[in-house]
């Protein structure tokens, strides 16, 4: 089978490095589905699920703002923060969007400070959205055994 290279960067780590089928990415206009022989691309992305296949298996990992360069045997994913889905500590998101929501309702009257806790709340719901579909989806494969 035919793979493209997948590198997703963020300020901390290089969280994944190696050769996939396919990567699903949500950009700021729609998901895109990306296998080997794409065109070149560069797409802004926004907080969501990317969706990796790889040997055969599909893998989920949460990513944030950033962009997804597409140039010939290599997807570049490059993003603010970025976990495995398995990864994501939902009582941690869950307590970010909490704080997120109050630190809102606080700064009504700063532009700044309500758009960055803005940004804060979309990055925790978009973690909890996918730790939520994922928790459905085993139990849908658990239930249909
Ligand atoms: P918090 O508000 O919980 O401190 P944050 O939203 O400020 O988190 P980020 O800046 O988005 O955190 O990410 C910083 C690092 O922490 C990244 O490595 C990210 O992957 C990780 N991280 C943040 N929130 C979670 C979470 N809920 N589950 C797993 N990892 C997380």
């Known amino acids: 089978m035919k793979t493209i ?3 997703i960067v963020t300020p901390d780590s290089i969280l994944l490095d190696k050769e996939v089928e396919s990567v699903s990415i949500p950009t700021v206009e729609g998901e895109i589905t990306v296998l080997p022989m794409h065109i070149p691309i560069l797409a802004g992305m926004k907080p969501g699920e990317l969706r990796i296949k790889a040997d055969k298996k599909e893998e989920y990992f949460s990513v ?4 997804a360069e597409v140039d010939g045997e290599t997807i570049t994913i490059l993003t603010d923060a970025a976990e495995h889905a398995d990864d994501i500590d939902e009582e941690r998101a869950d307590a970010a969007a ?5 630190l809102m309702a606080k700064k009504r009257s700063s532009e700044e400070g309500y758009t960055e806790a803005m940004a804060e709340l979309e990055r925790s719901l ?3 959205k996918i730790i939520r ?3 459905r989806g085993s139990k849908v494969r658990i ?3």
């Open 126 to 128: 978009s973690r909890i």
């Open 143 to 145: 239930d249909s055994n």
């Open 98 to 102: 909490k704080a997120a929501k109050e």
């Open 133 to 135: 579909k994922r928790r």
């Open 5 to 7: 290279h997948l590198k």
């Open 64 to 67: 944030m703002r950033g962009v």
